[in-house]
């Protein structure tokens, strides 16, 4: 066992302390992370309901602002900033179609 004395002279210097602390306290970071995400896995449909309901409205905002009359000088006459917004909407339905896939297709696989 060590004293007290002996604890307090090895914090006070701190290059005796171990080089692959920053890393471990990374990896345990990590875990908690993780670990505090799979609490969340009762409320996983209600998440998916959250996140198809922003694509929809997504969309739903995008089918409104092409029906609307655009003037000179408006965002919305600018099909620059239209290609974005549909590639961004298409991009994320890519990744939830994905992600929903994998979650049903992991055990299949692995």
């Known amino acids: 066992m060590t ?3 002996q604890t307090r002279a090895r914090l006070a210097r701190p ?4 080089k692959s602390l920053p890393r471990t306290q ?3 970071a990590a875990g908690r992370v993780i ?9 996983q449909p209600y998440f998916i309901a959250a996140t198809v ?3 929809v409205a997504g969309y739903g905002l995008l089918y409104r602002s ?3 009359a655009c003037t000179d000088g ?10 974005i917004v549909i590639s961004g909407l298409i991009v994320a339905t890519i990744l ?3 992600a929903l896939a994998f979650d049903a297709l992991a055990p299949l696989i692995l």
């Open 3 to 5: 004293s007290q004395a």
């Open 15 to 18: 290059d005796a302390a171990p």
């Open 26 to 28: 990374g990896l345990l």
């Open 35 to 43: 670990a505090n995400l799979t609490r969340l896995a009762p409320y």
């Open 53 to 55: 309901g922003c694509l």
């Open 66 to 68: 092409r029906r609307m």
């Open 74 to 83: 408006q965002v919305c006459a600018r099909p620059l900033s239209n290609r």
């Open 96 to 98: 939830v179609i994905g």
